[in-house]
Nanobody
Framework: VQLQASGGGLVLAGGSLRLSCAVS????????MGWFRQALGEEHEFVAG????????AYSDSVKGRFTISKDNVKNTVYLEMNSLKPEDTAVYYC?????????????????WGRGTQVTVSS
């Protein structure tokens, strides 16, 4: 299973970015998908998750109302639309795929992770 995240970059505070994660070797319509982030010197932090069918989503309080997770099961790709970005959103963002069932918020509950894409928000 491979997950290739892309779309990161440098953006001014208040700006937007859209992350994409192309998945191969696993049909994402059967599994939960998630985005985590890790700031320098910090632990992995849950950002957003989406159910297998796409009907349920979950967000951390720090991004709720600003970020939107979505998926395209035909393209086997998951997205993270990030708006109103803040300097504290600066981190490496990881795409993950987990088991079936309910959305998980713990890093260790997921079974495959991509290499991550850097997001830097300047003030």
């Amino acid at each position: 299973v491979q997950l290739q995240a892309s779309g990161g970059g440098l953006v001014l505070a208040g700006g937007s970015l859209r992350l994409s994660c192309a998945v191969s070797g696993r049909t994402i319509s059967q599994y939960i998908m998630g985005w985590f982030r890790q700031a320098l010197g910090e632990e992995h932090e849950f950002v957003a998750g989406i159910s297998a069918g796409g009907g349920s989503t979950a967000y951390s309080d720090s991004v709720k109302g600003r970020f939107t997770i979505s998926k395209d099961n035909v393209k086997n790709t998951v997205y993270l639309e990030m708006n109103s970005l803040k300097p504290e959103d600066t981190a490496v963002y990881y795409c993950t795929t987990g088991p079936r069932g309910r959305i998980r918020v713990e890093w260790d509950d997921y079974v495959y992770w991509g290499r991550g894409t850097q997001v830097t928000v300047s003030s």
